[in-house]
């Protein structure tokens, strides 16, 4: 007689990223990300504002960011990002305003009635860096990948460059309509 197998009556979390269907981040929108909930979320945003990373205190490096989406930018608001880290390395160096941050295992909270994300990396969160444009700020080409990231290896699941895809179209026609310097105020230099 075949032995049978019984059935969990609880879903396996534990799929692999390559099977069927199996996603292995559910990225939230910035304008729906829960108060309520303790869990880290994982999200895309447009930088809008970004500091380099300084030194707070002996062990402690920060990097803050202000990013938006489509659905936090139609109701006239952003997010702020706050990096944490241990090493001056691990933080993002934003080169371009505009370009798309994926990060995962963030915790959010409300601070001054604006939302800020917070994403402390000694405690395995991580962040990539994506171009907008043809070419990383340094100047190389880019496909579907970061051009910077945190840790030794960044993910790349097939949901990734439909968002990347839907923001980098969205990016450059906000930035395009919303130019920050007027042709007036420029002055070529000699």
């Known amino acids: 007689m075949p032995k049978q197998v019984k059935k969990s009556s609880t879903p396996n979390k534990s799929r692999s990223a390559g099977s069927k269907g199996a996603t292995k981040y559910e990225y939230v929108e910035l304008s729906k990300a829960s108060l309520s909930s303790a869990e880290p979320c994982h999200f895309y945003g447009v930088i809008v504002d970004a500091t380099f ?6 062990d402690r490096f920060i990097c803050s960011l202000k990013v938006v989406d489509p659905t936090l930018h139609a109701k006239g608001g952003f997010a702020s990002v706050v990096i944490y880290a ?104 000699s």
């Open 86 to 189: 241990n090493k001056f390395e691990d933080l993002p160096i934003v080169h371009r305003l505009g370009d798309i941050i994926r990060v995962h295992r963030a915790n959010m909270r409300l601070y001054n009635n604006k939302r800020q994300f917070n994403v402390n990396m000694f405690f395995k969160s991580s962040w990539a860096l994506y171009s907008t444009d043809k070419t990383s700020p340094l100047g190389q080409s880019v496909s579907d990948g970061p051009y910077a990231f945190s840790g030794k290896r960044s993910t790349h699941e097939r949901q990734d460059s439909a968002i990347q895809q839907t923001l980098k179209k969205w990016a450059n026609t906000l930035f395009a309509s919303n130019n920050v310097i007027q042709d007036s105020q420029i002055t070529p230099l």
């Open 53 to 58: 990373p300084y030194k707070v205190n002996a």
